[in-house]
């Protein structure tokens, strides 16, 4: 029996004994009975593996069993100060944060807790210690200013903050700006940090068992997590995911056509160099949860710094990476990455932007040996993955740029976007991806009207645009929403724009996205500047720059017009932007 095979049987029979435990039973996602009963001629899309069970239950019952199997092996360990965490530690300190975070803060089911940490071997306790306690997690970018902060924190209700010892200044300015007065839990880098009086040192709680009453009841539909997305459009707003959404994710995953994973054990481990940030959903699913479910080793970085990746590579050699196109051109380009780093590697998995097979190549001879170079394709209210290439696949020329096939227990099917019946269009016909699965959204939160707009008939409208060839790969074109991705991360226009607005000078502005070799795409301002009015780029760069995170500043720069093109109903009309670009450079 191979591994592989191996820690399938393990997976269902962990999942058999968790349904057992917990008296449920898994809940039934037919996609072909659903596929039957909406469309007869079928160009609707359903995986060519068979369906997964997926267990009802919560993200603890699901992971525990593997902290408990994995007991002895390495979880997760900082690149940098070193600070490593055994699977068995993880569950200890968990449990004790589950019963700290209500007796200490009395906090009840459903209360929100946020996490604002970078990548972290302590980021994986907090999680699973939060969601045991019945909690739900907002997950915040440590890189956000103040403002951006305390919009989050406002939003989402957050009764507690957990943070790093560093952070702790930006934590009380955001809170102050929210006119929040919550406790906050920081993390220490290093024993001879020092935290201000009436900081709660992480420490404290992980490392001491209280006695509490067990936590009411957590059903596997209950809001786990509430990451924030602008979605297709607009501001950033609270995803929720689920217990069940996020576990049906994982299990998807799982299933032997797209798994990639061996079992630990004594003679191996898997390993995984995380640079991608658990904030977000894809870093969050992939790379924090579904390692430990598997028992895999995670190497954290805080940041991406060139010099402690490269030696990171050189020391851990990794089984597994995941990562974002931008990193792959590095690993290519850079004369300190060496091809032996990469004698254990049998997986790459780039997502967030299409990588090209001429790059896949590159990386191939860079590695000298032949490794999967799997792609995917999904989004924060998707838990996060819709489409992976299967793990027995060849890449060709026809399918290069395809981001792989449908997931089991999925739907997808192409539409018109100005169709409103939702008519499923065939293969090589450009037009709006839609998907149904397990995996998917409750909904945005307090957001009862976008919610309503992010589906049609049942279907999650994802607001980008592409097609399916006659294999069933997917592809993906254009997209209809705004959002600009930069390295990965997403910036909404419209958060820029009302930034800009607020200048004393401007009148006007809308904000586009425009190309960029390293980070895919970079934002660009058009501002109308009021009349007789001495404004300028750098004014504005200015003004912006101190309220937003380094990636959503105006890298492509800022353009002066007379007025912002817009329809009758007073829309931008972003597209004439961007082909005035296009066309003029301007």
């Not at 919610?451 to 997209?479: C, H, M, P, Q, S």
């Not at 070799?517 to 500047?529: C, F, K, L, S, W």
């Not at 329809?567 to 961007?578: A, E, M, P, S």
């Amino acid at each position: 029996m191979t591994r592989n095979n191996f820690f399938l049987n393990v997976f269902s029979r962990n999942s058999r004994n968790l349904l057992r435990r917990s008296k449920k039973s898994p809940k039934s996602f037919n996609v072909r009975t659903l596929a039957s009963q909406n469309d007869a001629n079928s160009n609707i899309m359903h995986s060519e593996s068979s369906d997964v069970d997926i267990p009802n239950v919560t993200i603890p019952e699901f992971i525990l069993p593997s902290l408990e199997r994995f007991e002895k092996y390495v979880a997760s360990e900082c690149a940098t100060t070193g600070r490593t965490y055994t699977f068995g530690q993880i569950r200890g300190k968990s449990k004790n944060l589950n019963k700290a975070l209500r007796h200490a803060f009395k906090l009840q089911k459903g209360d929100v807790v946020g996490i604002l940490l970078p990548n972290c071997p302590e980021f994986g306790i907090a999680v699973l210690g939060v969601l045991e306690a019945g909690l739900t997690i907002t997950t915040m970018n440590p890189i956000y200013t103040p403002v951006e902060i305390s919009k989050q924190l406002l939003d989402s209700n957050t009764k507690v903050l957990i943070t790093q010892a560093q952070a702790i200044s930006t934590a009380k300015a955001a809170l102050q700006l929210a006119k929040k007065d919550i406790p906050i839990v920081a993390i220490k880098r290093y024993q001879n940090d020092s935290l201000p009086s009436g900081v709660v040192d992480f420490e404290e709680l992980v490392n001491n068992e209280v006695s509490i009453p067990d936590v009411p009841y957590v059903n596997s539909n209950d809001i786990a997590v509430l990451p924030y997305s602008s979605g297709t459009t607009g501001l950033p707003k609270g995803v929720e995911l689920t217990h069940y959404s996020i576990i049906s994710n994982i299990s998807q995953i799982s299933h032997e056509d797209f798994n990639f994973y061996d079992i630990t054990t004594d003679n191996y481990q898997d390993v995984s160099v995380t640079v991608l940030p658990y904030f977000h959903i894809y870093g969050f699913a992939l790379n924090l949860l579904n390692m430990m479910h598997k028992g895999c080793k995670t190497v954290t970085l805080e940041k991406f710094s060139p010099e402690i990746y490269v030696s990171v590579l050189k020391k851990h050699r990794p089984s597994l990476l995941y990562v974002a196109p931008p990193l792959v051109l590095f690993l290519i380009s850079h004369s300190g990455v060496k091809s032996e780093y990469f004698d254990r590697l049998k997986m790459l998995m780039s997502a967030a932007a299409p990588l090209g097979l001429t790059d896949e190549e590159r990386f191939i001879r860079k590695v000298r040996k032949e490794i999967n170079m799997c792609q995917g394709y999904g989004l924060t209210e998707a838990s996060p993955v819709i489409t992976m290439i299967p793990n027995k696949t060849k890449r060709s020329e026809k399918n290069s740029g395809g981001v792989g096939k449908v997931l089991p227990n999925t739907l997808v099917k192409f539409i018109n976007p100005e169709d409103p019946s939702g008519t499923p269009i065939a293969a090589y016909e450009k037009g709006e991806l839609l998907m149904k699965g397990p995996q998917v959204m409750k909904g945005y939160h307090n957001r009862e009207e976008e919610t309503k707009k992010a589906f049609l008939d049942g279907w999650l409208r994802t607001g980008d645009i592409g097609y399916y060839n006659d294999e069933n790969v997917v592809f993906i074109t254009d997209r209809i929403k705004e959002l600009i991705k930069v390295k990965g991360y997403q910036v909404a226009p419209a958060e820029l724009e009302a930034i800009i607005r607020d200048h004393p000078l401007v009148d006007d502005a809308a904000v586009i996205g425009i190309p960029h070799p390293q980070h895919g795409e970079v934002p660009r301002a058009y501002v109308v500047p009021k009349k007789n009015s001495a404004l300028d780029e750098e004014n504005v760069q200015n003004h912006v720059a101190d309220k937003v995170a380094s990636y959503k500043r105006l890298q492509g720069g800022v353009r002066i017009l007379e007025s912002i093109p817009k329809n009758t109903t007073g829309k931008i009309l972003r597209r004439q932007l961007k082909e005035n670009f296009a066309e003029k450079g301007f």
